[in-house]
């Protein structure tokens, strides 16, 4: 690392405490009885002070109570001049690994599903999804990120609000406080 100061020696500190709290951690996988429906959650970190580039989380379970089985935490290829557009990109990647896991379960399980859900906590990028008129603050979006509009067209996707203070995903895309981290991995792990 070029130029380390002290923040970065806090930062060490805070993944080694981390670490050490988090040693006896592992996903369990139960039988459960409830139906197989894939369930995501997606999450935008807006805007990173280094390059301004967004950090664009998500994770997908089999059922509500089921660990995660996929998840991903990436920075995004482009600067987002919103969060509203932060977070339709986030849609957009989880949307692409929604329809790669519905298709698996429906192979592998032989589940008659016709798609998947998908929890965002922005109201915006879910209005953008839904409604394929020209928004004035939108036009500048990528063509290529508004395939989601004919996923939510089509029936293949449901896309619900979930509150930030309640969106799993968050524990992916930013440090969060110890109680808020320890709300929602418990429920990613299976526990």
Not at 101 to 109: A, G, H, N, P
Request: net charge positive; glycine share 6%; proline share 4%.
């Amino acid at each position: 690392m070029s130029k380390p100061h002290s923040g970065h020696m806090t930062m060490a500190k805070h993944v080694f405490r981390y670490l050490q709290g988090t040693d006896d951690f592992k996903l369990i996988y139960r039988k459960s009885e409830e139906p197989i429906n894939v369930i995501g959650f997606c999450d935008a970190d807006w805007g990173n002070l280094d390059d301004r580039k967004s950090i664009t989380g998500y994770g997908f379970k089999l059922s509500k109570t089921a660990p995660l089985i996929s998840w991903k935490s990436r920075k995004q290829p482009t600067v987002a001049l919103s969060t509203c557009e932060a977070e339709y990109m986030a849609l957009v990647s989880a949307t692409q690994e929604g329809k790669y896991l519905t298709s698996l379960v429906k192979e592998i399980f032989k589940a008659n599903m016709t798609g998947f859900v998908l929890y965002c906590d922005n109201q915006g990028a879910i209005a953008l999804a839904k409604n394929p008129v020209k928004h004035q603050r939108s036009k500048h979006i990528d063509i290529k990120y508004h395939f989601i509009r004919d996923e939510v067209n089509h029936k293949g996707l449901e896309l619900l609000y979930v509150p930030s203070e309640n969106n799993v995903a968050d524990i992916i895309t930013k440090p969060l406080s110890t109680m808020k981290c320890n709300r929602f991995i418990h429920p990613l792990m299976g526990k």
